[in-house]
């Protein structure tokens, strides 16, 4: 017993020496099998890039983009090969987490702009873009500032692929049916609207509140205009405001104002982002407030032709319609660590000058980050179409979203406490104190 | 231990590679979550040491945790208080039914469904009545107007819709655990019983309840931690929300170490969770190992 105690103590330990230098060791491993892959690649032999996207439904227009211009890259150079990763949005971001933790990002990525990129390039997983983007004439491709969003230090780092903005998306058809002439200027209209359309049995509005996101962009719109203009969010991080000011508390209200009309249908907070799209999609609701991006899919779907959209309305007579909640889209990234690192960086030179023309085509450019030449109208795009793109062509100022402006944790309070607004009173006060004391501690 | 006088060395050899890999995929990853659960770590950036801060912010200021701690353990109480009625159901299909397999396999079903499967089956069923939700349906048809509501998305009954689920999806496994435990009871015992008289609830009494006692052991221990780690179901139904009233400890690690980036942070939830496991599997043992004496 005694002696088999000692070789069990023996074999434990040497168990975990042995495990622990062998995840020692992986490390090393890697680093210098990186290196021997980029110094000896260089001519035309074999690679394999692969490219992590958030484009896994092939009925997208988006998905139909990345597959046309990869294969087509893909012809023209037989020795590159590109493995596609795709996922779910959420999936991806936590994909991408795991793999940011072990320093495996793959070749191409994709990243969210401002403070959701800003770990990654703080850990130095991604690879500058500059000297790329000013090859063949990249950078000048984008509208001017986008890049902005994607930059820290002088340095780009991801390059966007779309450029949104927060409209609210409404059924035509429905809002005849409830006798509502025009869409609601006011948010005093629109909650006479909701009332309306409820007294005719019609879910006024839809929200896929199970992915907190979507609330959060919505009441931001509503801060945008009780804040009378953008910038609360950065005035809070420089210290020049805090939660606590009325322009957040009006803002609470004024979404639990809606929350109490019965805007949203119910259930709210467990349908899910996509459920919340078709819901809407299918012609089951009046009034759907998402960014520009999902234009092209509403468009080509059951109620399509039925849908216009308008800006959001001014609050307790504050704020300009022309402010719109600003979401530059998510954007391409290179590993730092990438084996191919200038194969990768070619392909997504080519990949980017290729995407406003491909999504011209594919009828998908209005709300693309980079300048499109062609006639969207003579190209056949619908009205819907048109109308969004008047929309953007007019846009003002606007503010990010609050989890591309804060840090994580903070930003997690936030869409919690948001949530919880569509299920329960709270006074807004409260709300404002939360936000402050989580912003103090995540400081 | 050593009956057959095997040379210890033997038996270390032939233990060992079991052992390293018990060892890497088991303790490694704790004693890592351990030493990262002291540090201030978004998981992808630089590490700030700050000792047993991540601790004392969660017993202490962490508004989540303590519900959430409150919710885990009464999903842990629920399910085990399925087990008994599990361990009657089975005793009843011992005794009354002759061919029992197709019985137990039907209860069986719902263990081997994918829990996203589950999840989603039972939100629909669960869902508000204008969105077609069956629960909510047959309350209205019964004339129960006033009991519906969306299940899911109201605060208090939220966390009692999740208990459910779970309950209903293993009630099968449990069935399976104590079915199997029953049927390996002699028969000769219930014939010895029946001469002297004990028939019926008189031999469950004094026959299959005391010798099943190990199972049934087993059972709870299952389904006491099995409900500790309870996550995937609540993420695919709830996602933790409405504002936090599904959240458990599970999911609150999860929120904290992805979606807030705070590793660190999680990674001291996790531990509390291990520590919960294992002082609770310590603590069921201990008071079976009463009964156990008691009842034989």
Redesign the interface.
């Known amino acids: ?1 005694r ?2 105690l ?3 103590s ?3 330990a ?3 020496m ?3 230098t ?2 020692g060791n992986k490390d090393k491993d890697n680093t210098t099998s990186t290196d021997n892959g980029s110094a000896s690649t260089g001519k035309a032999e074999n690679v394999t890039i692969t490219f992590q996207n958030i484009y896994p439904d092939p009925n997208t227009p988006l998905y139909k983009v990345l597959h046309q211009i990869s294969e087509q890259y893909m012809k023209d150079h037989p020795n590159v090969k590109i493995e596609y990763d795709s996922l779910d949005t959420d999936q991806q ?2 994909k991408l ?1 795991t793999q ?2 072990s320093k495996e990002v793959p070749d191409i990525t994709m990243v969210n702009p401002a403070a959701q990129m800003k ?2 390039v ?2 130095g ?1 991604l690879a500058p873009l500059n000297d790329m983007i000013d090859k063949n004439g990249l950078k000048d491709t984008f509208q001017k500032g986008i890049l902005d969003y994607y930059s820290f230090n002088n340095n780009v780092y991801a390059l966007p692929d779309g450029n949104n903005i927060g409209v609210m998306f409404y059924n035509k058809k429905m809002f005849q049916q409830a006798g509502i002439t025009a869409p609601p200027t006011t948010f005093d209209d629109l909650i006479a609207d909701v009332k309306a359309l409820k007294a005719k049995g019609i ?1 006024p509005m839809v929200t896929g ?4 996101w979507t609330g959060s962009f919505l009441f931001m719109n509503i801060l945008l205009r009780t804040n009378n203009g953008p910038g609360f969010l950065s005035d809070v991080a420089a210290g020049k405001k805090t939660f606590n000011d009325p322009a957040f508390v009006d803002a609470v209200d004024s979404l639990e104002k809606l929350v109490q009309a019965g805007a949203f ?6 349908m899910d982002y996509n459920a919340g799209e078709t819901f809407f999609k299918s012609g089951k609701a009046a009034m759907y407030y998402m960014g520009t991006w999902a234009t092209g899919a509403i468009d080509q779907s059951e109620a399509g032709a039925d849908i216009g959209v308008f800006k959001f309305p001014t609050v307790n007579g504050k704020g300009n319609s022309d402010d719109y909640m600003l979401a530059p889209g998510s954007a391409f990234a290179i590993s730092a660590n990438s084996k191919h690192l200038q194969e990768t960086k070619d392909f997504l030179n080519y990949f980017m000058l290729q995407y406003p023309k491909v999504s011209f085509e594919l009828k998908n450019a209005v709300s693309v980050a980079q300048k499109v030449d062609g006639d969207f109208k003579a190209a056949g795009y619908s009205s819907l179409q048109m109308e969004v793109a008047a929309l953007k062509a007019a846009v003002k100022g606007g503010d990010l979203s609050f989890d591309n402006t804060m ?3 903070t ?2 309070t936030h869409l ?2 948001i ?2 607004l ?3 009173q709270v006074d807004p006060k409260s709300v404002a104190q939360e936000h402050q004391s989580a912003f103090e ?1 995540n400081k | ?2 009956a057959l006088k095997v040379p ?2 033997t ?2 050899l032939f ?2 590679p079991c ?2 890999l018990y ?2 995929l088991v ?2 990853p704790i004693f890592f979550s351990i030493y990262t659960s002291t540090f201030d770590w ?5 590490k700030k040491f700050v000792g047993l801060d991540n601790y004392i912010r969660l017993f202490t ?1 962490d508004a989540v945790f303590w519900p959430a701690v409150r919710h885990t353990l009464m999903f842990a109480v629920f399910s085990m208080v399925e087990i008994p009625f599990a361990l009657y159901i089975a005793t009843l299909i011992n005794r009354f039914v002759k061919k029992p397999n197709f019985f137990v396999t039907s209860y069986f079903v719902p263990v081997i469904l994918s829990v996203v499967i589950i999840g989603q089956l039972w ?1 629909t069923i ?6 077609g ?1 069956m629960l909510n349906q047959v309350l209205d048809g019964l004339g129960l107007h006033s009991w519906t509501r ?1 299940w ?4 208090t009954a939220a966390m009692y819709a999740l208990y459910f689920v779970a309950l209903w999806q293993y009630l099968g496994y449990h069935l399976l655990i104590q079915f199997t435990g029953i049927q390996n009871i002699p028969s000769e015992i219930y014939e010895a019983a029946k001469i002297d008289g004990a028939d019926g609830f008189k031999a469950d009494r004094y026959i299959t309840f005391p010798l099943v006692v190990p199972i049934f052991k087993i059972s709870i221990i299952l389904a006491f931690i099995g409900s500790l780690q309870s996550f995937d179901m609540i993420m695919v ?8 009233s599904t959240d458990v400890i599970a999911t609150h690690m999860y ?1 904290m170490s ?6 660190g942070y999680g990674s001291s939830i996790a531990m509390v969770l291990v520590a919960v496991c294992l002082v609770a599997t310590v603590i069921i043992n201990a008071l079976f190992n009463q009964v156990e004496r008691k009842i034989s």
């Open positions: 017993m002696t088999s000692k070789w069990m023996l074999a434990v040497a168990g975990l042995v495990s622990l062998a995840c971001k936590l987490k940011a933790a770990d990654f703080d850990a997983l879910t509140e199970k992915d907190t249908q119910d259930g709210a907070t467990s840090n994580p944790a930003s997690q919690t406490s949530q919880n569509f299920v329960q501690a | 231990m050593n210890a060395r038996i270390a233990v060992l052992l390293l060892v890497c303790f490694v978004n998981g992808i950036g630089a200021k939100k669960y869902n508000p009545a204008s969105l939700g969306s899911l998305s109201d605060k139904m709830t996602g933790g929300g409405p504002g936090h929120n992805f979606l807030s980036s705070k590793f």
